[in-house]
């Protein structure tokens, strides 16, 4: 009972109906919160609007502000609650600052077709135990990442070279994922997890984090338990800004969301 | 002067600050008004009402019904405006019913730095002399999509096999675009190309019109004039739904939009 994860994405209904949350210090990195984790406090609050429409379909996220550890209200705006799906309209307020604002449209995983002819093909990643750990990440990184300590992250021992000093250049990072705290991957999760690893810019040879400006994710099916593989490329990084597409597939070979971000290239 | 595409996306301010526009019967396809136009209305509304910030950079649009020909008024909520870029929501809606609601970051593409390091390729195209023109498609099929009249489109010959029965089965579409009305390109107009093709499961051998949840369109960089390259292409059909990924190519060979979205599959 009780996985850590869930007390921290935990969302409470207050008199005026909007969603009151405490954003948790576990999940600083660099100078603010992790996006991803903020994207699942508020698919939290949207799956608790939403009777019925348990799941996150798709959902697209504009990053106004960095949000800082404490708490957090989100107001939920339904659009259009109709038939299978519902979309609905959310922002996460801290006092007067706006950090997310964010559309999305829910629905029950569960119910759609069976059918899938997926010509994705799944990341071929040594298994877990031959891959780099993120325990292996210098002190120093820990100490401005906590985030980190959520995570047992196993980098694919080919997209890491940035941690020594040699990026590849290619724009692509990989790794197994999940959670310390044993939690398995859900529709919500799946929010963070897909902007859980370092940017992809650190394998450009860019350390430094990458503000994103807006994200969206759609998530494909519900993920059965068990690793999850994680993969992050850019193909365009141009004017101060790169993309970055995230896949995730699920331990039953399964592509359970995709997600593209734009963000501002580090500084560093 | 007078180009036809922006007399059909202009918008009128009125006295209680919303946009008013006339939508075009010209645009109708199959039961409703092309997405695609419909977010280059919404972009134009955007563009009006953040002044000095006339590019779109992100824009995420979730469509909520089918719009009709005629009147239709735009609603622009600015959530932050600061610094180089603004973030607004803005509604399209026809009467009492909203056509599509949308987040949007507008900035100004003309003063981003000028490094590009794109590893993406730009599609391989015969000249579009050799490719197969739109004019080419059935009576039939001009009759249900009149918007076709509004493009000059050359289909790579490698996928227009859907046309005459023969789906490659790939998943992947791609042609040369302009509008015959002459008018260039521009960041706007990138809204409307980026929906614009048909839907990329014809070449999965689905006919039919493919309703989209969700876009999000990423502007990269103000297109050169001429010919546009648009290439679409899809990894995940599963559940009733796949993804449809754009990517715009201009005369010069640079890539200027990326774009995302989850759309229905066809009944048909």
């Known amino acids: 009972?009780?996985?850590?994860?869930?007390?921290?994405?935990?969302?409470e209904r207050s008199a005026d109906g909007r969603y009151a949350a405490e954003l948790s210090a576990g999940w600083v990195v660099g100078g603010g919160v992790n996006g991803g984790y903020l994207l699942a406090v508020v698919g939290n609050a949207l799956r608790a609007a939403l009777p019925g429409k348990p799941d996150p379909i798709a959902i697209s996220a504009y990053y106004l502000s960095a949000a800082t550890p404490g708490p957090a209200t989100v107001s939920v705006d339904v659009r259009r609650d109709g038939g299978s799906i519902a979309t609905a309209a959310a922002d996460l307020r801290q006092g007067d600052d706006t950090r997310i604002t964010a559309l999305a449209t829910y629905g029950d995983l569960g119910r759609l077709g069976d059918d899938v002819r997926t010509t994705a093909e799944e990341p071929a990643m040594p298994p877990p135990d031959?891959?780099?750990?993120?325990?292996?990440?210098?002190?120093?990184?820990?100490?401005?990442?906590?985030?980190?300590?959520?995570?047992?992250?196993?980098?694919?021992?080919?997209?890491?070279?940035?941690?020594?000093?040699?990026?590849?250049?290619?724009?692509v990072l990989s790794a197994w994922f999940r959670l310390v705290d044993g939690r398995e991957p859900d529709p919500i999760s799946l929010l963070m997890v897909v902007d859980a690893l370092p940017p992809v810019t650190f394998d450009l040879g860019m350390p430094g984090w990458a503000p994103t400006l807006e994200l969206t994710a759609h998530v494909r099916a519900r993920p059965a338990p068990?690793?999850?593989?994680?993969?992050?490329?850019?193909?365009?990084?141009?004017?101060?800004?790169?993309?970055?597409?995230?896949?995730?597939?699920?331990?039953?070979?399964?592509?359970?969301?995709?997600?593209?971000?734009?963000?501002?290239?580090?500084?560093?």
Do not use: Y
């Not at 009972?1 to 969302?11: K, L, N, P, R, V």
């Not at 068990?226 to 995230?246: P, Q, S």
């Open 226 to 268: 068990g690793w999850l593989k994680v993969r992050h490329a850019t193909r365009n990084m141009a004017g101060g800004m790169f993309e970055e597409d995230c896949e995730v597939w699920d331990s039953t070979g399964r592509l359970v969301a995709q997600s593209r971000q734009l963000a501002r290239q580090p500084r560093g």
């Open 1 to 11: 009972m009780g996985h850590e994860f869930d007390s921290q994405i935990a969302i």
């Open 130 to 171: 031959e891959c780099v750990p993120n325990t292996m990440a210098p002190p120093e990184v820990r100490a401005i990442a906590p985030l980190m300590d959520r995570f047992d992250m196993r980098f694919h021992p080919d997209h890491i070279g940035w941690a020594v000093g040699q990026p590849s250049g290619n724009g």
